[in-house]
């Protein structure tokens, strides 16, 4: 974790025993008040990596005391929620472009779109720009031209990151382009600001084939805040796993984490609960590689909720004693990516069974704070399921104090707030 931190202010140029700093120290930028930022965002940001990072964002912005404006865009909803209670914000909410397969429409609705985004910016007379980097490639292009004729900086913030091995679905389609690499591979290089990302895996791409000057890493943070308590749901008291998201194609090895319990003794899984939710049954059988006999054994020890509401899935969080996540480490997006499971599961206080993959090795120490597979076959994560039960009554207290105590060194999104300072100022 000290070694994460150190590369974190190492590429901004910042001494890392003064970036730490106290939730309640505030630094300012050179003049903020001469600086608008307008962030162009996506989806829901109540949810998800591209919704955490635009709180991450206008909060470090809202430390520094810029004026900053927000696009969202794939969204009709009235944005009621105020990220930054502080100061008056701005919003605008836009729908989608053009999803069609007529061409004459899709041109036709794409310049009535771009129209839209050009008059807000005309209005709102931004100094720096930030994008959310999987914005469809018209769009980015279109900011890229404005802001090289207008003298305008324009970051990127890069969260996902596919390339052609990754399979990317219809519904996908609109978000990536079919793949995101061209963002990656045209769109950012030397001529922008800077580039923000959550990987040490992006940055040396960035540094290295694009050619970036200005890269800040810093991970994908959330509130660290305590939950209500809620009535124990497992009357029997046993040890209670969740796994929370959606596989989607195999992102997440879910159906090896499932199987990976039904490898245990009889006497362990008695001590078990395990919970699912995001993805019904059928789908995990029939997208997602799991076996119907393995599904049928698992029954004895497992709760399969479906799709649930945020809502509903926070009132399992106090009783929940390990989160759990699997991924193949040699996809792209393994490396690239930071899982949001990680922060959401050690910001209250909830320990991790997990593998190595991307940047999970600098905050999650093996028996400290979580347990670390091996590998990403069931035999492996098992191994691990197996030390999580029988040194429970041993370890598991210290190890939620461990989890909390690298939240807020690590997830509290205040702690990069003079690193990303000196971000904006190179």
């Known amino acids: 974790m000290e070694d994460y931190k150190k590369l974190i202010y190492k590429t901004t140029n910042c001494n890392a025993n003064h970036c730490l700093i106290k939730k309640e120290k505030v630094y300012r930028g050179t003049s903020p008040e001469l600086r608008k930022f307008v962030l162009f965002s996506m989806g829901d940001f109540n949810t998800g990596a591209s919704g955490m990072r635009t709180h991450n964002i206008v909060r470090l912005l809202g430390l520094q005391e810029y004026i900053y404006t927000i696009i969202y865009m794939f969204s009709d909803k009235k944005i009621g929620t105020v990220l930054d209670s502080s100061k008056k914000q701005v919003f605008y909410s836009l ?7 007529n061409i004459f429409l899709k041109v036709k609705k794409n310049y009535f779109f ?5 008059k807000i910016l005309v209005k ?3 100094t720096d720009i930030f994008i959310y ?42 978000t990536y382009n079919r793949s995101n690499r061209f963002v990656s591979e045209k769109a950012i290089d030397c001529s922008i600001s800077g580039v923000s990302c959550p990987t040490h895996y992006l940055e040396k791409y960035f540094v290295e084939k694009r050619k970036a000057k200005n ?78 006999d393995v599904y049928e054994s698992s029954l004895k020890f497992s709760l399969y909720l479906g799709r649930i509401s945020k809502n509903e899935l926070y009132s399992f969080y106090h009783n929940i004693d390990f989160t759990l996540l699997l991924k193949d480490p040699n996809r792209q997006f393994s490396k690239a990516g930071f899982p949001t499971k990680m922060s959401e599961s050690f910001s209250i206080g909830i320990p991790m069974i997990t593998n190595l993959s991307g940047d999970i090795g600098h905050f999650l120490v093996d028996g400290y704070n979580g347990y670390l597979s091996e590998d990403y076959d069931p035999i492996s994560f098992s191994k691990q399921l197996k030390r999580a039960i029988e040194e429970y009554d041993q370890k598991h207290n210290e190890m939620v104090k461990n989890a909390l105590q690298t939240a807020y060194e690590s997830f509290d999104v205040d702690n990069y707030s003079l690193a990303f300072d000196n971000f904006l100022k190179n």
């Open 95 to 101: 729908g989608n472009p053009a999803v069609t397969k």
């Open 124 to 126: 709102e007379k931004p």
């Open 215 to 292: 890269v800040l890493v810093f991970p994908i943070t959330t509130k660290i805040d305590s939950l209500p308590k809620y009535n124990k749901i497992d009357e029997l008291k046993r040890i209670t796993f969740l796994y929370a998201g959606t596989p989607d194609n195999r992102r997440d090895l879910l159906a090896n984490i499932i199987q990976a319990f039904t490898l245990l003794s009889q006497k362990h899984q008695d001590r078990c609960l395990l919970i699912v939710c995001g993805i019904s049954p059928e789908k995990l059988i029939e997208n997602e590689g799991l076996k119907k």
């Open 114 to 118: 771009l129209g839209k985004i050009k």
């Open 133 to 174: 980097s999987v914005l469809p490639i018209r769009i980015i292009k279109y900011i890229k031209k404005y802001c090289q004729k207008n003298h305008i900086k324009l970051y990127f913030d890069v969260v996902e990151y596919r390339s052609s091995q990754d399979t990317i679905s219809l519904k996908q389609e609109i």
